[in-house]
């Protein structure tokens, strides 16, 4: 049948656009319906706001370019909105506005820049090919992955600790995404499409252990038995460690106490016991309730898989340990704590544009 004169035919539309459609190179988006919608047909704007919709950040780009676009938002990352006006206003100013995306703290992208790398990774971790990926124009791609509760702020976009891996997202380093395409023409595509940051993949725990700061250094050598006196003073120099953190690295410090407090159940901590005493320290430093309990029970159970070598002789030495205890010259406290400050250097947050370098803009 013909539609009536004047009214437009539905079936004319050449692009299919439901909430939560993005551009893509192939697949289904997964809890989404199936569309048309690919990086050629839409223009940036419409995907600008599926993003937005989807609950992501979005900043617009200088046009064929990846760095933020100045007349536009002239504080960078900082000014990354998901309101439709906000969004509307930019792109009505320069529609050929490459899209910046953001995601909230969350959520982990892996900006893995070269192939061999991406087929190491999902070598070792296949789940990961069930994750959101965005291909690069350089043949790369961006994997969209959500962190474990109380892991928000735990990593930092200023580390690399995997060859050909970058990390991105987490509220604090956008990616380029589709349909952005560059000067020469190369442009990204969706090979499976992104959804909501609460329907994502967790990150593999294994892949997340290589990705978090290591737990302070261990004893040398492993020795067997410890005293629950001996437990005991070790955890409460890890809480003084905790309560004493500064601002920028408290969460970290968590982490990694409660991953070393975890390595000292094997020897008969109770794990109860050590939960308690660093959540304690933790509200101390600062910290919400709420995010130091899930840490610190996230790294206790990490760190029971790793129990911590304890020398025979080992025992506390110097004003940092609990009083009383026999003072030994096997491992030097002061060197290892010298070495965890180094450690911790590393995983200083970045700038708050995420705009070191390259650093923001893969």
Same mark, same amino acid.
């Given at each position: 049948m013909k539609g009536k004169p004047g009214r437009p035919n539905p079936t004319a539309r050449l692009v299919e656009v439901s909430k939560g459609s993005l551009p893509q190179a192939e697949g289904r988006g997964v809890g989404h319906r199936a569309s048309r919608y690919s990086p050629r047909q839409s223009p940036p704007l419409e995907a600008t706001l599926a993003y937005a919709r989807l609950g992501y950040r979005v900043l617009p780009l200088h046009p064929g370019e990846k760095r933020?676009?100045?007349?536009?938002?002239?504080?960078?990352?900082?000014?990354?909105?998901?309101?439709?006006?906000?969004?509307?206003?930019?792109?009505?100013?320069?529609?050929?506005?490459?899209?910046?995306?953001?995601?909230?703290?969350?959520?982990?992208?892996?900006?893995?820049?070269?192939?061999?790398?991406?087929?190491?990774?999902?070598?070792?971790?296949?789940?990961?090919?069930?994750?959101?990926?965005?291909?690069?124009?350089?043949?790369?791609?961006? &994997?969209?992955?959500?962190? %474990? @509760?109380?892991? $928000?702020?735990? /990593?930092? !976009? =200023?580390? #690399? +600790? *995997?060859?050909?891996?970058?990390?991105?997202?987490?509220?604090?380093?956008?990616?380029?995404?589709?349909?952005?395409?560059?000067?020469?023409?190369?442009?990204?595509?969706?090979?499976?499409?992104?959804?909501?940051?609460?329907?994502?993949?967790?990150?593999?725990?294994?892949?997340?252990?290589?990705? &978090?700061?290591?737990?302070? %250094? @261990?004893?040398? $050598?492993?020795? /067997?038995? !410890? =005293?629950? #006196? +001996? *437990?005991?003073?070790?955890?409460?120099?890890?809480?003084?460690?905790?309560?004493?953190?500064?601002?920028?690295?408290?969460?970290?410090?968590?982490i990694a106490y409660a991953r070393a407090a975890g390595g000292l159940i094997p020897h008969g901590l109770d794990s109860r016991e050590a939960e308690e005493l660093l959540v304690a320290a933790a509200l101390q430093a600062g910290l919400p309730e709420r995010e130091a309990r899930e840490a610190v029970r996230w790294g206790l159970e990490v760190g029971a898989q790793a129990p911590l070598p304890l020398e025979e002789d080992f025992g506390p030495r110097g004003a940092f340990w609990a009083k009383g205890l026999a003072q030994n010259p096997a491992p030097s406290w002061t060197a290892q704590t010298r070495f965890w400050a180094n450690e911790t250097h590393q995983y200083r947050e970045p700038n708050p544009w995420g705009e070191g370098g390259e650093g923001g803009w893969r």
């Open positions: 933020p676009h100045g007349g536009l938002v002239s504080h960078g990352l900082k000014e990354a909105s998901r309101e439709e006006a906000v969004i509307r206003a930019w792109w009505g100013r320069e529609p050929r506005a490459g899209v910046g995306l953001l995601a909230p703290e969350g959520v982990l992208v892996l900006d893995v820049d070269r192939p061999e790398a991406w087929e190491g990774l999902r070598e070792e971790h296949p789940g990961l090919l069930e994750a959101p990926r965005q291909r690069t124009p350089k043949g790369g791609v961006h &994997l969209f992955l959500r962190l %474990p @509760p109380g892991l $928000e702020g735990a /990593l930092s !976009a =200023s580390v #690399r +600790r *995997l060859e050909g891996v970058d990390l991105r997202g987490m509220g604090r380093a956008y990616v380029v995404a589709a349909p952005t395409r560059l000067a020469d023409g190369r442009g990204y595509a969706w090979e499976r499409p992104l959804v909501e940051p609460e329907a994502l993949p967790l990150v593999p725990s294994g892949l997340l252990q290589r990705l &978090l700061p290591p737990p302070p %250094p @261990p004893p040398r $050598e492993v020795g /067997l038995g !410890a =005293s629950p #006196r +001996r *437990l005991r003073a070790i955890l409460e120099a890890f809480a003084d460690r905790v309560a004493a953190a500064p601002i920028g690295q408290r969460h970290l410090t968590l």
